[in-house]
């Protein structure tokens, strides 16, 4: 933290974990966005609640996801400037801003909520990518999605898209934590109707969905924010075109 005042930067909390870093973006004054020498991208953040002083210095590893590139700049932004009204609106708690959509960069002509928090990166390949955050109920549904997506579609030489995308450097291999492949989970907008179909068929069954008929003027909800109050209505199933505009509004955003 730098005092403007004393002109001095004093240490709150480090991250005790052995990693060569390449890169950091602060997303706020409390989360942190890194990179490191294994093509990793980490996710830290501070310990509001701690029980001492000496957790109160230490950073919690919120999240991992391997990139397989090394990044080596880190931009706020993103590379459409123009706001659109039809983009997804997300709330902007802090406290539910923990999870991350990592997506790479595809053709875009549309544009995103002004209003959004992204960070760019840059890699040494010359690729180019962005991390999106996003609220809890999307974080549920894209996850659901992604996990949908791996178990119906056979990767590229048989290898696991999901090993590939856990964390792994030369002290630890890990599970990849609170990230959503978005460059996977876009993907599913090229595949053909029957493999959609029995992917939708897949996710519907995994949020617990039914066929159900809403009330007029209710708002639909996933059974995972439904189950919050015994009373909340559950939404009826997905469609693929229901689904490939939720992609499409993402898409947006970036």
């Given at each position: 933290?730098?005092?403007?005042?004393?002109?001095?930067?004093?240490?709150?909390?480090?991250?005790?974990?052995?990693?060569?870093?390449?890169?950091?973006?602060?997303?706020?004054?409390?989360?942190?966005?890194?990179?490191?020498?294994?093509?990793?991208?980490?996710?830290?953040?501070?310990?509001?609640?701690?029980?001492?002083?000496?957790?109160?210095?230490?950073?919690?590893?919120?999240?991992?996801?391997?990139?397989?590139?090394?990044?080596?700049?880190?931009?706020?932004?993103?590379?459409?400037?123009?706001?659109?009204?039809?983009?997804?609106?997300?709330?902007?708690?802090?406290?539910?801003?923990?999870?991350?959509?990592?997506?790479?960069?595809?053709?875009?002509?549309?544009?995103?909520?002004?209003?959004?928090?992204?960070?760019?990166?840059?890699?040494?390949?010359?690729?180019?990518?962005?991390?999106?955050?996003?609220?809890?109920?999307?974080?549920?549904?894209?996850?659901?999605?992604?996990?949908?997506?791996?178990?119906?579609?056979?990767?590229?030489?048989?290898?696991?898209?999901h090993e590939w995308r856990n964390f792994h450097n030369e002290h630890r291999v890990g599970h990849r934590r609170?990230?959503?492949?978005?460059?996977?989970?876009?993907?599913?907008?090229?595949?053909?109707?029957?493999?959609?179909?029995?992917?939708?068929?897949?996710?519907?069954?995994?949020?617990?969905?039914?066929?159900?008929?809403?009330?007029?003027?209710?708002?639909?909800?996933?059974?995972?924010?439904?189950?919050?109050?015994?009373?909340?209505?559950?939404?009826?199933?997905?469609?693929?075109?229901?689904?490939?505009?939720?992609?499409?509004?993402?898409?947006?955003?970036?």
């Amino acid at each position: 933290q730098y005092h403007y005042q004393t002109c001095k930067v004093e240490i709150i909390a480090r991250d005790f974990n052995a990693h060569s870093m390449r890169g950091v973006s602060f997303v706020d004054e409390e989360r942190y966005l890194c990179t490191e020498d294994y093509g990793n991208i980490i996710y830290l953040s501070r310990n509001l609640d701690p029980d001492n002083d000496e957790d109160n210095e230490q950073l919690i590893e919120e999240g991992e996801f391997h990139l397989g590139d090394y990044v080596n700049v880190f931009v706020k932004g993103s590379l459409i400037s123009q706001p659109t009204e039809n983009v997804i609106t997300l709330e902007k708690s802090q406290r539910q801003l923990s999870q991350m959509f990592v997506s790479e960069i595809g053709d875009s002509t549309t544009t995103p909520n002004k209003n959004d928090a992204s960070i760019l990166f840059g890699t040494t390949s010359g690729a180019i990518g962005i991390c999106i955050n996003i609220d809890k109920d999307e974080f549920r549904f894209f996850s659901t999605l992604e996990n949908c997506i791996n178990n119906n579609i056979t990767p590229i030489g048989g290898l696991s898209h999901h090993e590939w995308r856990n964390f792994h450097n030369e002290h630890r291999v890990g599970h990849r934590r609170k990230c959503i492949d978005g460059e996977l989970v876009e993907k599913f907008l090229v595949l053909d109707v029957k493999d959609k179909e029995n992917i939708i068929h897949n996710l519907n069954d995994q949020l617990g969905l039914t066929n159900q008929v809403l009330p007029l003027g209710t708002v639909p909800m996933s059974v995972s924010s439904a189950a919050l109050s015994s009373d909340a209505p559950t939404r009826s199933l997905y469609t693929v075109d229901e689904v490939e505009a939720r992609l499409e509004l993402m898409q947006q955003r970036h």
